[in-house]
C-alpha cells in the first residue's frame, strides 16, 4: 500500500520562512513531487527530489530524505498570495505512472 | 501556447444521467491521468492512460469510464452508476518518468 502524510494546516507570518513536512511509505519510489494549489483552482508544479539533498528554486526549497520517507518545501520570505494548499506527491513505481498525493497543507499567511 | 484544456469549467448533472468531461493536450505528453477532488481531501486517482488505446482503472474507477482513441484526448464519462458524482475532475498529462504531472484548469461537476 501507499501513504502520505503531511500536516492539515499551517499559519505563518508574511516575510518569515515555513517548513512544511511530507512522509511517504510507497511500495517503490521513483521521486517527489511539490505541487501548490489555491482556493478553486488546479495545482502547479513546484518541485522535484529523486536524490537525497536539498533543491533550491528562488524562495522555495524541497528537500529529500528516502532512506527515512521524508521530504520537506520550504517557503521563504512568506509573501500573502503564498496562501495555499500544499501537496505532496510520489511516483511509486518506474515508468511514466500516476503521482500518489497526499491530502495536502493548507498554509494561511497572516500579516 | 501548449497546455491541457478542460471542458466545460462547470456542468451539471440530472439524475440517471451521463455526463461527459473532455480533456485535451497539445504538449505531446503520451500519458494522461484523471483525478477527483474532493473538499478537504488530496486528489484520488479515476483512471490513467500511457499510451493510446489503453487504459488502465485507477483507485476509484467505479462509475466512470475513459476513452483514449487519440493522443491528444483523454474524456471523462461520468456514468449514473455513480452515485456520489459531486467534486473537482483534474485532468492531467506527463511526458515521461522523471517529469511532472501537468494539470488543466478543472471541472467542477454537481448534481442538479
Known amino acids: 500500500g501507499q501513504n502520505i502524510d503531511q500536516p492539515t494546516e499551517m499559519t505563518a507570518t508574511e516575510g518569515a520562512i515555513v517548513q512544511i513536512n511530507c512522509t511517504y511509505q510507497?511500495?517503490?519510489?521513483?521521486?517527489l513531487f511539490w505541487y501548490q494549489q489555491h482556493a478553486g483552482e488546479a495545482p502547479t508544479f513546484l518541485s522535484y527530489?529523486?536524490?537525497?539533498g536539498l533543491e533550491e528554486k528562488g524562495r522555495f526549497s524541497s528537500f529529500l530524505s528516502r532512506s527515512k520517507g521524508y521530504s520537506y518545501l520550504l517557503l521563504k520570505e512568506l509573501q500573502m498570495k503564498d496562501s495555499a494548499s500544499y501537496l505532496c506527491a510520489v511516483r511509486g513505481r518506474s515508468g511514466n505512472t500516476p503521482l500518489v498525493f497526499g491530502k495536502g497543507t493548507r498554509l494561511s499567511v497572516i500579516a | 501556447d501548449g497546455g491541457i484544456t478542460q471542458s466545460p469549467k462547470y456542468l451539471f448533472r440530472k439524475e440517471g444521467q451521463n455526463v461527459t468531461l473532455s480533456c485535451e493536450q497539445n504538449?505531446?505528453?503520451?500519458?494522461m491521468y484523471w483525478y477527483r477532488q474532493d473538499p478537504g481531501q488530496g486528489l484520488r486517482l479515476i483512471y490513467y492512460s500511457q499510451i493510446v488505446n489503453d487504459f488502465q482503472k485507477g483507485d476509484i474507477a467505479e462509475g466512470y469510464s475513459v476513452s483514449r482513441e487519440k493522443k491528444e484526448s483523454f474524456p471523462l464519462t461520468v456514468t449514473s452508476a455513480q452515485k456520489n458524482p459531486t467534486a473537482f475532475y483534474l485532468c492531467?498529462?506527463?511526458?515521461?518518468?522523471?517529469?511532472?504531472?501537468?494539470f488543466g484548469d478543472g471541472t467542477r461537476l454537481s448534481i442538479l
Open positions: 492531467a498529462s506527463s511526458m515521461e518518468q522523471y517529469q511532472p504531472q501537468h
Open positions: 504538449l505531446n505528453h503520451d500519458a
Open positions: 527530489n529523486v536524490l537525497d
Open positions: 510507497t511500495s517503490g519510489f521513483n521521486g
